[in-house]
């Protein structure tokens, strides 16, 4: 995030008319919540965060907030967020996809942005579903959920994204639950403060198609472990862990991406003269 | 007078490590420094690196644009797999060759040549091991060109400064060696001298001009993923936007480098991408989002032989089609093609500033051709109109970003602007930039879109329009050079012709094509194509006149000016 004096705000000084396009009991609508309290709490003017997203039902939120967003195509948000913020360091921006936009058709773009460590906050909600386009399995889906596109599930292993993240160079992973707003309000806080490419994969019921996903919470739990700075010793505990732990799970000091400057200002002019015979 | 008649082409071939390509950069230089201007083509094998190779140069008196109809010097430095060019190094009876008669028999092509000098490379170097063949061969074209010995030991003084007084002595004695052994008596090509060039000059490809172009224009950010004959454009970026404040950072793929641009043009930064037929297609739904989401961005697209991988390292003009129709939905945008090298320059900088005026995507369509031939031309002194972004400032509130009306060109809300926070959406949305698909919103979105681009004033630079005549010929990009001379040399047969060459492809101009088109009465469409892309564009946007012809040929062998000008006297307009 960007150093700035903190404003005395209120979270729906954050929020916008809009009304939502989620159904009745989405997770999503507990993440919006949790996303302008955090706003809130650093205390940032809107115009001074920029919210980017691609397609699907979590990429609707930065119309929801009363910041810039940007709503592109699917599966680009990150790289839409990349560009904006190495060419507007200045601004704050949190990117937000879901498991479909940021580990399907956006997943290569999920490497390389953790890997080039621009100083970003990526939230993706996690429902283990596409939702919008009415059900279809997405690579966080169970092998063996039913759906109409894989009658009697895909039989494929699950991805699993916070592991991706962790080998790919990410500066900062946690999950949230978005039953529980608070807590998750203190990680995207937390997720934008720390410099670099932070990671919070939040678990957001999608109560419409996946009706089993009411009891996550009854399943979720703090991490019962401190956070870790050790790459080694955090992927262990990704790796082994029942996928419902909370917290920040790593956290890396890994320097944030700075593009390169020049030691002295030319004017564009003057680049006419290598040519010059 | 034409620079046909004052101009002599040159072609080089060797094998990997002979060093033609230096040779041929260093007789360009060489030539440039003695007054002349000149064009410099390559043509490689497949290999990586170390395959055959040849420079195919026209030095000329005047500024030039094409390749000629055909070569007045091969110079063979050996023939290993030089037959390979067979079809790129057209020689006629008056050609000379020059080559070493230990490297066995001259490749196919140099049967036409009927003036032989010969080379004794293999015989001098073996002799003065520290002399290399392609020194030799250097002098010896030189010599032959009656080019100013000073100048050419100038230029390997320069090359080899790094290297020592040593190497330099021995490279400009193995020019001064090969210089004296060729017998001029036996093939002149010699050029006309011209006093030393009063104005400035640049020695510049197209792709330098491209990138130079757009930084002028004000680009100061651009987002790069590799692909051939693109990749000079964003590695002449990478240091020199450093050096303007500006910033270059590598894509994972040709998806995220326009998206890059996106973002950073969407947070106030003008931006850019390059790329060629295979990554245009990839960007293309971005491209879309671009339009609806009216964020200014220019792609450079250096077209090459497609579809799919194509041809890499060969010119065509192809990728027509994927600029003007590429997108889903109605898409609304601007498509400007480079003419000449030296136009490169201008394109990028008018595509910039058009983009950045009308909020919408400027795709500038160069070509290999234009994009790695290396040219000595006077510099450039046409600057094209500028154009800035008309940003919001928060006075008029409620702010509406997409609010239609006037000339349809809203003010832009950037970042950190208060009061003016909106959301960007590629989905049909309201003036304020909500969701809908109400149909009032799409049309209204629509017609916002098209109108901002169709009722722009663009002047002159929207086509070249030379000469009168009832026959035109209707050619772009690359083309227009040939074309050009094409018609110069069909007017010594006695016949005319008008040239009629868009840079602005898209949005079309009806009224000034058909103003462009009064009294014309037949037309030839001359592009690099195989499937008639320019013909069938024209067709589909411009009242042509009954009778037309077609003259088009896919890359990678170009189309030469004889060729224009024997369909012109075939038409017969006298």
Redesign the interface.
């Known amino acids: 995030m960007n150093a700035a004096e903190p404003l005395k705000c209120r979270p729906s000084d954050y929020k916008s008319e809009?009304k939502p396009i989620w159904c009745p009991g989405c997770g999503d609508y507990h993440v919006l919540m949790a996303l302008t309290r955090a706003m809130a709490a650093l205390g940032l003017?809107?115009?001074?965060i920029?919210v980017?997203s691609g397609i699907g039902c979590s990429s609707?939120i930065?119309?929801y907030t009363?910041?810039?967003?940007?709503?592109?195509?699917h599966?680009?948000s990150?790289?839409?967020?990349?560009?904006?913020?190495?060419?507007?360091p200045?601004?704050t921006v949190i990117c937000a996809s879901g498991d479909g936009d940021g580990y399907s058709i956006g997943g290569?773009?999920f490497?390389?942005a953790c890997r080039r460590n621009v100083d970003l906050a990526y939230i993706v909600m996690d429902n283990h579903i596409y939702g919008m386009t009415k059900g279809q399995p997405s690579p966080t889906t169970e092998p063996d959920f039913d759906t109409a596109l894989a009658p009697g599930g895909t039989g494929l292993r699950p991805f699993n994204p916070l592991v991706v993240a962790l080998a790919s160079g990410a500066n900062f992973v946690a999950r949230a639950y978005s039953g529980n707003p608070n807590e998750t309000a203190e990680l995207i806080v937390d997720a934008i403060k720390h410099p670099g490419f932070s990671f919070v994969e939040i678990l957001s019921p999608c109560v419409t198609y996946r009706p089993d996903q009411r009891s996550w919470k009854d399943r979720v739990h703090p991490a019962p472990v401190t956070p870790t700075d050790d790459p080694a010793r955090a992927a262990r505990r990704l790796m082994t862990d029942d996928g419902f732990n909370l917290g920040v799970l790593y956290r890396g000091h890994r320097a944030p991406y700075t593009?390169?400057?020049?030691a002295a200002?030319?004017?564009?002019?003057s680049?006419?003269e290598e040519?010059?015979? | 007078m034409t620079a046909g008649a004052n101009s002599v082409s040159v072609a080089m071939v060797g094998s990997g490590g002979a060093g033609v390509l230096t040779t041929g950069e260093m007789l360009l230089e060489a030539a440039?420094?003695a007054g002349w201007n000149g064009l410099l083509t390559r043509s490689v094998g497949p290999q990586i690196r170390g395959g055959e190779a040849a420079s195919l140069l026209r030095l000329a008196r005047s500024p030039v644009e094409c390749m000629a109809d055909q070569f007045d010097l091969l110079v063979g430095i050996d023939w290993v797999n030089a037959g390979r060019f067979g079809d790129e190094i057209p020689l006629g009876e008056s050609s000379v060759l020059v080559c070493d008669p230990a490297a066995g028999a001259p490749p196919p092509m140099a049967a036409n040549a009927k003036r032989v000098i010969e080379l004794p490379i293999a015989e001098i170097t073996k002799a003065h091991p520290a002399w290399r063949a392609n020194m030799l061969a250097l002098g010896a074209a030189g010599h032959l060109l009656g080019l100013d010995e000073s100048a050419l030991h100038g230029v390997i003084a320069k090359r080899f400064a790094a290297k020592g007084s040593e190497v330099v002595a021995a490279n400009v004695a193995a020019a001064a060696a090969g210089a004296r052994a060729v017998d001029t008596e036996r093939g002149r090509v010699a050029l006309a001298p011209v006093a030393q060039a009063a104005a400035?000059?640049?020695?510049?490809t197209g792709n330098?001009a491209v990138a130079?172009g757009a930084?002028?224009g004000g680009v100061?950010?651009a987002?790069a993923y590799p692909i051939t004959p693109a990749s000079d454009i964003l590695e002449w970026l990478a240091p020199?936007l450093?050096?303007?404040?500006g910033?270059?950072?590598q894509?994972?793929?040709e998806?995220?480098?326009?998206?890059?641009?996106?973002?950073?043009?969407?947070?106030?930064?003008p931006?850019l991408t390059a790329t060629s037929g295979p990554g245009l297609s990839l960007m293309i739904?971005?491209l879309?989002?671009a339009t609806a989401?009216e964020v200014p961005i220019v792609i450079v697209d250096v077209m090459r032989g497609g579809p799919s991988t194509g041809i890499p390292t060969k010119s065509e003009q192809s990728d027509l089609n994927i600029a003007i129709y590429g997108m889903h939905g109605d898409a609304p945008h601007l498509v400007i093609a480079p003419q000449s090298v030296g136009d490169c320059w201008l394109s990028a900088q008018w595509a910039t500033g058009l983009a950045e005026a009308l909020q919408a995507p400027a795709i500038v369509l160069s070509d290999q051709f234009l994009g790695q031939a290396q040219t000595?031309i006077t510099?450039p002194v046409e600057r094209p109109p500028t154009g800035k972004r008309r940003v919001a400032d928060g006075a008029n509130l409620p702010y509406a970003r997409y609010a239609a009306g006037g000339d349809g060109v809203s003010p832009m809300?950037i970042?950190?602007?208060?009061?003016?926070?909106?959301?960007?959406?590629?989905?049909t949305h309201t003036e304020r930039?909500?969701?809908t698909s109400g149909a009032h919103d799409h049309v209204a979105q629509l017609d916002k879109r098209r109108d901002k681009l169709d009722g722009h004033e663009y002047g002159p630079l929207w086509a070249t329009i030379e000469g009168d005549s009832e026959t035109a010929v209707l050619a772009w990009g690359s083309l227009t050079g040939v074309v050009r001379e094409g018609i110069a040399q069909a007017r010594a047969d006695g016949v005319s012709a008008k040239l009629i060459a868009p840079r602005l492809l898209l949005p079309t101009r009806p009224a000034e094509m058909s103003a462009a088109l009064a009294g014309v009465k037949r037309v030839l469409v001359v592009e690099q194509t195989h499937g008639m892309q320019f013909l069938k564009y024209l067709r589909a946007h411009y009242d042509l006149p009954a009778e037309v012809s077609v003259l088009h040929r896919p890359g990678p062998l170009p189309i030469r000016p004889h060729e224009v000008r024997q369909r012109l006297i075939e038409g017969g307009s006298r």
């Open positions: 809009v003017p809107p115009e001074r920029a980017v609707r930065p119309a009363n910041c810039y967003g940007f709503h592109g195509v599966g680009r990150l790289a839409v967020a990349t560009g904006l913020k190495i060419a507007r200045d601004i290569n773009h490497l390389h593009p390169p400057t020049a200002m030319v004017a564009p002019e680049l006419e040519f010059e015979v | 440039c420094a400035k000059r640049w020695l510049i330098e130079l930084l002028l100061r950010f987002a020199n450093t050096k303007v404040g910033t270059l950072v894509a994972e793929d998806l995220a480098s326009v998206n890059m641009i996106i973002g950073a043009s969407y947070g106030g930064v931006s739904e971005s879309g989002l989401a000595a510099r809300a970042p950190g602007t208060a009061r003016c926070a909106y959301t960007a959406d590629g989905l930039g909500t969701p």
